[in-house]
């Protein structure tokens, strides 16, 4: 009797050390004012230790498979993850957030196994490359794309120059009316370069054949 609580005692090394591990990767979230944060990479940690634990150590001596239940704890955090995946206008959010829960319910797995150095040095792993992937240099930096609804007339190969203009590939959406005599292209493209109403004004001048042009970043 003695013995088993004991052990149990042991066991619950595996969830404070998860509790610990999951606090430090959900502050690192917090600061950086992520969907899921302190109380989310908490509960994932030591929720995946607890499961972690009860199936390595509650069936021993039964004829029962223990990574049946790690398998089930990596598939029900992929469905919790995908709930924070948002597509928002032109962009994917939340990937990285429910990138980490998934990673942060590996380390409560490590912790609940009793794999403290691992998931300690897991832990650090994700924080620091977290860190790195935020510093403000171009080569972390993610590509921006802005976008710009443009009214232009089309008599011989404008909508060639028109993307040329905004070094863009294609248009996202085209419709074309017929006024008169003329042709009016209304379209919609992406650009990765920001351009400034003082800009887009300068662009409009050279340009007669452009009737409108505005930056509609956000739909």
Request: charged content about 20%; proline content about 0%; hydrophobic content about 45%.
């Amino acid at each position: 009797m003695i013995d088993a609580i004991i052990n149990e005692l042991e066991y619950l090394i595996g969830l404070l050390v998860a509790v610990i591990l999951g606090f430090v990767i959900g502050f690192e979230r917090k600061l950086r004012y992520k969907e899921a944060g302190i109380r989310t990479h908490t509960i994932v940690c030591v929720g995946a230790a607890l499961m972690m634990v009860v199936s390595k150590y509650a069936f021993e001596g039964q004829q029962a498979d223990a990574s049946r239940v790690a398998a089930q704890i990596v598939s029900g955090v992929g469905f919790l993850g995908a709930g924070i995946i948002m597509f928002r206008g032109q962009k994917m959010r939340g990937l990285t957030t429910a990138a980490g829960i998934w990673a942060t319910a590996g380390v409560g797995m490590a912790a609940g196994a009793g794999l403290y150095i691992v998931a300690v040095g897991a832990t650090i792993v994700i924080i620091v490359v977290q860190c790195i992937c935020h510093i403000n240099c171009r080569l972390f930096r993610t590509k921006r794309f802005y976008q710009v609804k443009i009214v232009f007339r089309n008599t011989d190969d404008e909508s060639t120059k028109v993307k040329k203009l905004f070094d863009a590939e294609h248009f996202n959406s085209l419709s074309i009316k017929r006024e008169g005599e003329s042709t009016v292209y209304h379209a919609v493209l992406n650009t990765d370069k920001e351009y400034s109403s003082q800009t887009l004004n300068k662009i409009m001048a050279e340009n007669p054949f452009i009737l409108s042009v505005e930056r509609c970043d956000e739909e």
